[in-house]
């Protein structure tokens, strides 16, 4: 009797043990809802994290754990119908003015005008590195998966497991690289209709909110808080190491020949006095 209960017990354990292993997390346990007043909200035992916005409040939330390196994996499915108006920010970011930041940030359109993918990399409190994509398929029909590696070869923007952008580690050649601020996750749903569909042309249309974004299967590996390698306990996971091969390279080159509809590398206008130093290092 004792035996079997123990034996259950251990069963259970194991059980756990497997469960944390095989299974994304949970947005009870790894998130914390930090505005939107009730917008935000988590459903189906905490599998599902949606975020509203309407004319008086958007709503955001942001990681348990702050990360230095890591693999960021969240699913999304973004405002149907007119979202122009609307933006659906997804990224990492440290904390104070010489902060660093990992950006996704989705810009709503009408319905059937694409959505854009607008990324940015901040280092030492430092943007202005903007990169913008249409995407290959209609993000608002179902939940896609957008990924950032972070390691100290380099910072890659993924989409479906697709590379779309690759900002490599250069502080040789003297560009800050984000490698001691531990950084959180954070997303937010909200009207940015001054600027975002259309340079601003086209606003929110009230009458369809609120507008609603789901969240599933937010996954993170990586070196948790700011205690250095002590805590990367995952550190011999391929992903601390990953570099580009042939595939992973052809991929990007392929999305940013078809797909990308802005690069600030190219934007000379913008940068009177020369582009940033990292735009004409191989
Ligand atoms: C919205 O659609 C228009 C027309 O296709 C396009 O020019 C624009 O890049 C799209 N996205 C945003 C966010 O404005
Ligand atoms: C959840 O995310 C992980 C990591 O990206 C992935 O391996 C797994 O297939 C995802 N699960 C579902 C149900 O999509
Ligand atoms: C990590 O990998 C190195 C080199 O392959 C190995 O020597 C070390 O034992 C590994 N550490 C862990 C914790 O697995």
Redesign the pocket.
């Known amino acids: 009797m004792a035996s079997s209960v123990c034996s259950n017990a251990i069963n259970f354990l194991l059980l756990l043990a497997l469960a944390s292993v095989s299974f ?1 997390g949970n947005f009870y346990q790894d998130v914390d809802i930090t505005w939107g007043d009730g917008r935000a909200k988590i459903l189906n035992n905490g599998e599902l994290l949606t975020l509203s916005l309407d004319r008086s409040s958007g709503s955001g939330f942001q990681s348990k754990q702050e990360y230095l390196y890591g693999k960021i ?1 969240m ?1 999304i499915k973004l405002v149907p119908g007119n979202s122009a108006g609307t933006v659906t920010a997804y990224y990492l970011s440290s904390q104070g003015a010489t902060h660093d930041e990992i950006d996704f940030e989705f810009l709503g359109n009408l319905s059937g005008d694409p959505y854009v993918v607008h990324t940015n990399l901040y280092t030492q409190g430092k943007g202005d590195r903007e990169m913008q994509f249409y995407l290959w398929f209609d993000p608002t029909m179902d939940f896609h ?1 957008y990924s950032v590696l972070w390691n100290p070869k380099h910072v890659v923007f993924y989409v479906d497991g697709t590379p779309i952008r690759e900002f490599r580690n250069r502080e040789s050649s003297g560009v800050a690289y984000p490698k001691n601020q531990p950084m959180r996750v954070y997303s937010s749903l909200w009207n940015a209709d001054d600027w975002a569909t259309r340079g601003g042309l086209v606003k929110t249309d009230w009458s369809k909110a609120p507008f609603t974004a789901s969240f599933r ?1 937010f ?1 993170a590996v990586g070196c948790v808080g700011g205690s250095g390698a002590s805590s990367c306990s995952s550190a011999n996971n391929t992903w601390m190491w990953q570099e580009f091969d042939s595939n992973s390279l052809q991929r990007l080159r392929w999305v940013q020949q078809n797909y990308m509809i802005y690069n600030y590398c190219t934007d000379v206008r913008r940068f009177p006095r020369g582009l940033p130093p990292e735009c004409s290092l191989s």
């Open positions: 994304a994996d699913q998966t299967n996954t």
